[in-house]
């Protein structure tokens, strides 16, 4: 019988075991950008630290956990080979060994080893992406709308990726101006456009996972569409350097969300939710609300010119924006979906809704406080936020420890 130690560092040939590896790189880049948050929250500088930060939770943590919940949609171990599985555990430790590296000499400040990094990283992603392919077409699975948002997410991030490495690349060759400017793009494209799509792929996915998925609707259609049209309008917009252009994703954010809603917000409100761990899955759709809502409300003030750029942001609304989508949006729905991998989407447990409740007041009280220009009282509630996500973090790993061979429809 195989022991515990041996499953999570690669013992096994089973897809689950891949999902594993990339959900506790996931998690452990979590628990970095958390650590680090919480000293820059108390007055730790905000160079390499706030790099370390950023890009620990995103491309870290937000990146390898989505690709951990696309290998689930579509993971088969009956239709997937042996030497497939194999291959997949080997991609997915490669995988989460590059973003690592790439975080770390992000964190460094070298210029040339972020480009190699960050090259390393996206060819690994590529990889991965290539080997997900291959036994979504053996295992059969259809398209779904939750499916065809990820695929959508998925292009969305290697876009953007795509564009960080070359960022780099041309910072590390001296062109300032240039590495700038890529890498706004590159920030633009990873921050509403990526986190909305998986989020809305995730959050229909792991309400019923292990249930026959309904088949594509036109409805569902032209939800994946319109938030396709405002990432492309969004990333094309900013590398354009064209407001109106990034201007004309708000309507499509909207519609598409308005749609997403209809068709899942009932399913997500069944009854129990606030006692279990759907309730992750519902504060992440209020949260993805409020922030397309936020976001609309920047580009249109830009727009009118109230505030001149984006650096003219009061530094409240900067954290409530950038926090609302990376925690309270994407986290969130990803500790739904870590629920969902391990057959726990709707398990009864007070752990849930302590945790939400403490990142909930963490997030809205922190902000509350940088707004006030309370220092103390942002470093109280900083702490609760910290705390809060660490807990969430805990009882995520003990799920992720209880995936087993998936076989999903």
Do not use: K
Not at 97 to 102: I, R, S
Not at 193 to 211: D, G, I, K, Y
Not at 222 to 247: K, M, P, R, S, Y
Not at 267 to 279: D, E, H, Q, T, V
């Amino acid at each position: 019988m195989q022991s515990r130690s041996s499953v999570i560092l690669g013992g096994s040939d089973s897809l689950a075991q891949a999902e594993r590896i990339l959900l506790f790189g996931a998690l452990g880049m979590l628990v970095v950008s958390a650590a680090v948050g919480g000293s820059l929250g108390l007055g730790a500088s905000s160079g390499p630290a706030q790099r370390t930060h950023v890009h620990a939770g995103s491309l870290g943590w937000l990146t390898l956990a989505v690709l951990a919940v696309a290998l689930g949609m579509v993971a088969d171990d009956d239709r997937c080979p042996p030497r497939s599985r194999r291959l997949g555990n080997r991609i997915s430790w490669l995988t989460v060994a590059a973003v690592t590296a790439f975080v770390l000499a992000d964190a460094a400040g070298s210029a040339s080893a972020e480009a190699w990094t960050g090259t390393a990283a996206v060819a690994a992603i590529l990889a991965f992406l290539a080997w997900l392919a291959v036994i979504g077409r053996r295992a059969g699975a259809a398209w779904t709308v939750a499916r065809l948002a990820m695929a959508g997410a998925l292009a969305v991030l290697m876009a953007g990726s795509i564009i960080g490495a070359t960022s780099a690349g041309v910072g590390a060759s001296g062109n300032a101006t240039a590495a700038a400017s890529l890498a706004s793009a590159h920030s633009a494209a990873l921050v509403v456009p990526f986190v909305v799509l998986a989020t809305t792929s995730v959050l229909e996915w792991s309400v019923s996972p292990s249930s026959v998925p309904p088949p594509l609707t036109t409805a569902g259609l032209v939800q994946v569409g319109a938030l396709v049209l405002a990432a492309v309008a969004v990333i094309t917009g900013v590398l354009a350097h064209n407001l109106a252009l990034v201007e004309t994703n708000i309507p499509l954010e909207f519609g598409g969300l308005a749609i997403f809603l209809v068709r899942v917000g009932p399913l997500l409100l069944a009854a129990g939710w606030a006692r279990n761990s759907r309730i992750w899955l519902v504060l992440s759709t209020v949260a993805l609300a409020v922030d397309i809502g936020l976001f609309a409300h920047v580009v249109f003030e830009i727009g009118r010119r109230r505030y001149v750029s984006i650096d003219m942001l009061p530094r409240w609304l900067v954290f409530t924006i950038d926090h609302m989508t990376f925690v309270a949006v994407g986290t969130t729905a990803l500790f739904g979906a870590i629920a969902a991998l391990a057959g726990q989407e709707s398990s009864h447990s007070i752990t849930d809704a302590l945790a939400a409740g403490g990142l909930v007041l963490g997030l809205v009280a922190t902000a509350a406080s940088i707004g006030a220009g309370s220092a103390s009282l942002e470093a109280v509630f900083t702490t609760v936020l910290g705390v809060s996500v660490l807990f969430a973090i805990a009882v995520a790993s003990r799920r992720v420890l209880a995936i087993t061979s998936p076989r999903r429809t």
